[in-house]
């Protein structure tokens, strides 16, 4: 086997490798000089280039040159097209366009590297595409190029192409990919502002509980962080909470804003709006499944003493055990028109009470968790501190929510809760 033979098939196999590599985006500039380098090499050649033609915006992108000026070797645009139509834009050509596209480039770049000494334009055709060319001149040998150098170029031009085409797929799969995330931002976007209009409506219905929903989302996606749910999953309890008394919409307001205590008769009206707001949510596509289970689900209670099915612990919905509390939690610490709220020394004890009979155990144990954290400023932003006001929560009441945790955490009904 001859040198020349034996540089050539070694060209070969490292063209092959190299286009591979040049698929990847990271460096493909760099790839794309190598393999130039190797061209020229196995082909005793003093100048090339390497351009990629980009044809939605019909112009020429070096990506490397060697032995040309730099300042020829620079990206431009080709002469606009005088009858041919511009194709058929999606990129994917025939033959003919292909050898269309290829006649221009070929006669652009002959015009504008006149007397720079390129000797041979080599078309990088894949698929019927023209994806790019490269640009040869000066054998080393003083020689004039033969058919078969020409052949050669071609041959090895090959292995540069599907490199260049695979790099350019790989491009258009990455800005796919951004485009879909920018479109899924926006959807997810529209739906979370029409979920925060949604609760607007229905505090706005209540006059009594202004944001009432809002808080409700805000301390059950704290609850939730605290008890190590994902991220998503948190997103999910807050919508939960904004939406949970969504029902609400279909309850005569008379008995919403009820200034006394309601009669067993309203509340058997009142009591239907869990299902009712399961039945509104139901239908909506959302993001997160189990949004309609917490609306439905937020008055039922570990016991069974809760409504409207009297599901047991262990039946209720981890979402809606959130839910629960957050709800509770806020009406207890908002004045109502019949009564005061309660001071946080009387909260504490009601959950010491109530915990695993009206609220879940882990629930209970994940929102003191929270507060204390907050009381000691050990979280920032103090959010709940912000949504109870300054000073609520007093110095002097934390041993009590301290021993609370104390007490829960050392109790038969810490079960691990999770979504
Ligand atoms: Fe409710």
């Known amino acids: 086997?001859?040198?020349?033979?034996?540089?050539?098939?070694?060209?070969?196999?490292?063209?092959?490798?190299?286009?591979?590599?040049?698929?990847?985006t990271s460096d493909f500039e760099e790839m794309v000089r190598s393999a130039?380098?190797?061209?020229?090499?196995?082909?005793?050649?003093?100048?090339?280039?390497?351009?990629?033609?980009?044809?939605?915006?019909?112009?020429?992108?070096?990506?490397?040159?060697?032995?040309?000026?730099?300042?020829?070797?620079?990206?431009?645009?080709?002469?606009?097209?005088?009858?041919?139509?511009k194709g058929n834009g999606n990129g994917a050509g025939s033959l003919t366009h292909a050898l269309q596209d290829f006649a221009r480039v070929e006669?652009?770049?002959?015009?504008?590297?006149?007397?720079?000494?390129?000797?041979?334009?080599?078309?990088?055709?894949?698929?019927?595409?023209?994806?790019g060319v490269i640009l040869l001149g000066g054998k080393a040998s003083g020689e004039s190029f033969t058919q078969e150098d020409r052949e050669l170029a071609r041959a090895l031009g090959?292995?540069?192409?599907?490199?260049?085409?695979?790099?350019?797929?790989?491009?258009?799969?990455a800005r796919r990919a951004e485009e879909n995330q920018r479109l899924y931002e926006s959807l997810k976007g529209s739906y979370n502002d029409t979920v925060r209009a949604f609760a607007a409506a229905i505090d706005c219905k209540d006059k009594y509980t202004q944001g009432h929903s809002e808080r409700v989302g805000k301390y059950s996606e704290i609850i939730a962080r605290e008890m190590g749910w994902k991220d998503e999953e948190v997103e999910a309890i807050a919508i939960g909470g904004y939406l949970h008394d969504v029902g609400k919409l279909v309850v005569d307001r008379e008995i919403i804003n009820a200034p006394y205590r309601i009669d067993a008769k309203q509340s058997?009206?009142?009591?239907?709006?869990?299902?009712?707001?399961?039945?509104?949510?139901?239908?909506?596509?959302?993001?997160?499944?189990?949004?309609?289970?917490?609306?439905?689900?937020?008055?039922?209670?570990?016991?069974?003493?809760?409504?409207?099915?009297?599901?047991?612990?262990?039946?209720?919905?981890?979402g809606a055990k959130i839910v629960s509390l957050a709800d509770s939690f806020d009406a207890m610490t908002t004045d109502r028109p019949y009564r005061r709220?309660?001071?946080?020394?009387?909260?504490?004890?009601?959950?010491?009470?109530?915990?695993?009979?009206?609220?879940a155990t882990p629930v209970v144990l994940a929102l003191c968790r929270a507060l204390l954290k907050e009381a000691?400023?050990?979280?920032?932003?103090?959010?709940?501190?912000?949504?109870?006001?300054?000073?609520?929560?007093?110095?002097?009441?934390?041993?009590?929510?301290?021993?609370?945790?104390?007490?829960?955490?050392s109790g038969p009904h810490t079960t691990v809760m999770q979504a």
């Open 341 to 359: 709220r309660r001071t946080f020394d009387e909260v504490v004890a009601d959950f010491r009470r109530n915990a695993g009979r009206q609220f």
């Open 158 to 173: 090959r292995h540069v192409g599907v490199g260049l085409h695979n790099h350019r797929l790989l491009r258009e799969v």
């Open 268 to 318: 058997s009206e009142l009591n239907r709006h869990p299902a009712a707001g399961y039945e509104i949510l139901r239908p909506i596509n959302h993001p997160f499944a189990d949004i309609p289970l917490m609306a439905r689900y937020h008055h039922e209670r570990p016991d069974g003493r809760g409504y409207p099915e009297g599901l047991t612990d262990e039946q209720i919905p981890a």
């Open 1 to 24: 086997m001859s040198d020349s033979t034996r540089m050539v098939l070694h060209a070969f196999a490292a063209l092959a490798d190299l286009g591979e590599e040049i698929a990847e």
């Open 376 to 409: 000691r400023g050990e979280t920032r932003p103090r959010q709940m501190m912000r949504l109870l006001g300054r000073d609520y929560v007093e110095e002097r009441t934390l041993p009590a929510l301290e021993q609370l945790i104390a007490d829960l955490e």
């Open 107 to 131: 006669h652009e770049v002959h015009d504008r590297f006149a007397g720079a000494g390129v000797e041979v334009v080599t078309p990088l055709v894949v698929r019927g595409e023209l994806v």
């Open 36 to 85: 130039l380098h190797v061209v020229l090499g196995a082909m005793g050649i003093r100048r090339g280039a390497v351009a990629e033609f980009d044809r939605e915006h019909d112009a020429l992108h070096f990506v490397a040159a060697r032995g040309y000026d730099e300042e020829l070797a620079r990206d431009f645009s080709l002469t606009p097209r005088q009858h041919t139509s």
